[in-house]
């Protein structure tokens, strides 16, 4: 068991441009979040799966954001036409799921976006 | 909507004092709560999680508790030690969904 990891840990890039973010959770983690989080403040809920259905999802993920996860394995996280303000940490979780201890979020490092 | 508030947002406190970090929240129908560490520029560490039938958790120096009808969370720390020195979040999930609403955080500082 290696944690979640999260790739790329940094990411440059210029306004207008699509990136793409990837989060492998733990092995047989069934529920996988994804947040951003800014300086100063809390992780902001962005989406939630539970396998590979995508069941909650922020009215902060504009339709610029999509997120998926094929196979119900690792997921991902795509921003086209990055503006300045999507300049953030990306923060993937998961958990095991089934209720009492087994929610507990194992996040990964995160990967910092600058938008130029 | 849940809110998530955390107090004080910052706090400095001398080598083996114990201290108390407090979490509230504005909707009662909670699913659990979670508090984590988070050290600078990486991401979370799980701490504590408390069920919505629980009033408290312990593990180590750490005790957690819930009052769910007040909307209060608190963390308490024993014989606090400068590698405790983080900023540490408390974050709800509602019932009825997985969306997890985190505070703001609590930074603390432990002097050697």
């Known amino acids: 068991d290696t944690g979640v990891s999260q790739d790329p840990r940094h990411k440059i890039t210029k306004r207008g441009q699509n990136v793409t973010f990837r989060c492998d959770p733990i092995?047989?983690?069934?529920?996988l979040y994804w947040y951003r989080q800014t300086l100063g403040q809390g992780p902001e809920f962005l989406t939630y799966?539970?396998?590979?259905?995508?069941?909650?999802k922020s009215r902060l993920l504009s339709d610029r954001f999509s997120a998926e996860r094929p196979k119900g394995s690792f997921s991902t996280l795509e921003i086209q036409r990055t503006e300045q303000g999507d300049s953030a940490m990306y923060l993937c979780?998961?958990?095991?799921?089934?209720?009492?201890?087994?929610?507990?979020?194992?996040f990964g490092p995160g990967t910092r976006l600058l938008v130029l | 909507k849940q809110e998530v508030t955390q107090i004080p947002a910052a706090l400095s406190v001398p080598e083996g004092e114990n201290l108390v970090l407090n979490c509230s929240f504005t909707?009662?129908?909670?699913?659990?709560l979670q508090w984590f560490r988070q050290d600078p520029g990486k991401g979370l560490t799980s701490l504590l999680l408390?069920?919505?039938?629980?009033r408290e958790q312990t593990s180590g120096r750490l005790n957690a508790s819930l009052d769910k009808s007040s909307g209060r969370s608190t963390l308490y720390i024993a014989a606090s030690q400068p590698g405790d020195s983080a900023t540490y979040l408390c974050?709800?999930?509602?019932?009825?969904?997985?969306?997890?609403?985190f505070g703001a955080g609590t930074r603390l500082f432990v002097k050697a």
């Open positions: 979780a998961s958990s095991l799921g089934g209720g009492a201890l087994r929610e507990t979020q194992y």
């Open positions: 092995s047989e983690h069934n529920r």
């Open positions: 799966f539970q396998n590979e259905a995508q069941l909650e």
């Open positions: 909707d009662s129908a909670i699913y659990n």
């Open positions: 408390i069920q919505s039938s629980q």
């Open positions: 974050a709800v999930v509602n019932t009825g969904g997985f969306k997890t609403i």
